[in-house]
């Protein structure tokens, strides 16, 4: 059974913290992407890898990075978190057939 | 780049009847478009899909239509339970694995 797991399912922080988020997945997938959620705006690609070391920026990179040392774990960085980075935070692999598989999501909030 | 667009953005139906969202894309290069469910506090999940070189494909009570001409592509779903009651987002990736995602649909099925 495809696992994608997330590292927390809520986060506070306080304006100026870093926050790593984290996922990880059991599936051998090369790539692994993460968005943002946010009410009447979908999802949104902040970043996605296509490989160990390899990272690409999607929509919205601005005050994100991301970290990928490992096949099976694909970090996102807020360097300086922000009250309008509160959101939900989706991690997703792309498996066979390009159906992407989603972690449970982790909802953050800066304070 | 891609632009997708969804409607509507709420849906309320009586059970037993049909749903159907519709969503728009702007590049013609994508060829694959994915209809994802995400239920209250849960990750979205797949649930059909259609590549550009088919036209419509069915799964029981759901449906999937793609009009490549007009770039448009919608889902059906056909004698509505109150367990379809969800958010609904559309997708369309073009090559290269990038996925673009509707603003999401939600769906309310009345007992």
């Known amino acids: 059974d495809v696992k994608v797991t997330q590292s927390s399912r809520y986060l506070v922080k306080r304006t100026g913290e870093k926050v790593f988020l984290e996922c990880v997945q059991d599936?051998?997938?090369?790539?692994m992407f993460w968005y943002r959620q946010d009410p009447g705006l979908g999802l949104r690609l902040i970043y996605f890898s296509y490989d160990v070391k390899m990272k690409e920026k999607g929509d919205i990179p601005e005050g994100y990075s991301v970290s990928r040392e490992k096949k099976e774990r694909f970090s996102l960085i807020l360097e300086s978190a922000s009250t309008n980075q509160t959101s939900m935070y989706l991690c997703?692999?792309?498996?066979?057939?390009?159906?992407?598989?989603f972690g449970p999501g982790t909802r953050l909030l800066v304070l | 780049g891609e632009n997708v667009e969804q409607h509507p953005s709420t849906l309320s139906v009586q059970e037993g009847d049909s749903a159907v969202i519709k969503c728009t894309y702007s590049?013609?290069?994508?060829?694959?478009f994915p209809w994802y469910k995400q239920e209250l506090g849960k990750r979205p999940q797949l649930i059909i899909d259609?590549?550009?070189?088919?036209g419509e494909k069915k799964d029981q009570r759901i449906a999937v239509t793609l009009n490549k001409t007009a770039k448009h592509f919608s889902l059906h779903i056909t004698e509505t339970q109150p367990e379809d009651s969800a958010v609904y987002f559309c997708a369309a990736s073009i090559p290269g694995n990038q996925f673009y995602f509707g603003t999401g649909t939600s769906l309310t099925v009345i007992p």
């Open positions: 590049d013609s290069a994508s060829n694959y």
């Open positions: 599936m051998d997938h090369e790539n």
């Open positions: 997703a692999t792309l498996g066979p057939g390009e159906t992407q598989y």
């Open positions: 259609i590549r550009s070189n088919v």
